[in-house]
């Protein structure tokens, strides 16, 4: 397991950009898969972004295609989320996760919140 303190939540107008960062420890990281959840009011934690161990395959949900980018550096121990055009939809919680997989993390974060004003 790796453990992850997310940062760089905030308020932001409608249009505008965050980017969320997500510093781990652990020897882990640099072979872990790592992700970004939402969990928005009254709703269920939502798959985000992927990125796996290398950078090499990255995976995004239908609704941040094309407006939101996740990278890592291996060296810094660090996951980042750009966000761009934001909207209010985008208005959660967004937690960092890490795992051996890119479909089971084993690690998380306590979450930053975004907040998109419209």
């Known amino acids: 397991q790796v453990q992850l303190v997310e940062s760089g939540g905030g308020l932001v107008q409608c249009g505008g950009s965050l980017r969320l960062s997500c510093a781990a420890s652990?020897?882990?990281?640099?072979?872990?898969?790592m992700g970004w959840f939402r969990q928005a009011p009254g709703k269920e934690r939502e798959f985000v972004a992927s990125?796996?161990?290398?950078?090499?395959?990255?995976r995004y949900t239908d609704s941040v295609k094309g407006r939101f980018t996740i990278s890592r550096d291996n060296a810094k121990s660090t996951v980042s989320l750009q966000m761009d055009t934001l909207k209010p939809e985008d208005t959660a919680v967004y937690f960092c996760?890490?795992?051996?997989?890119?479909?089971?993390?084993?690690?998380w974060g306590q979450g930053t919140q975004v907040t998109v004003s419209s």
């Open positions: 652990g020897r882990a990281f640099s072979s872990y898969s």
């Open positions: 990125i796996s161990w290398n950078g090499g395959s990255t």
């Open positions: 996760a890490g795992g051996p997989t890119l479909y089971n993390y084993d690690s």
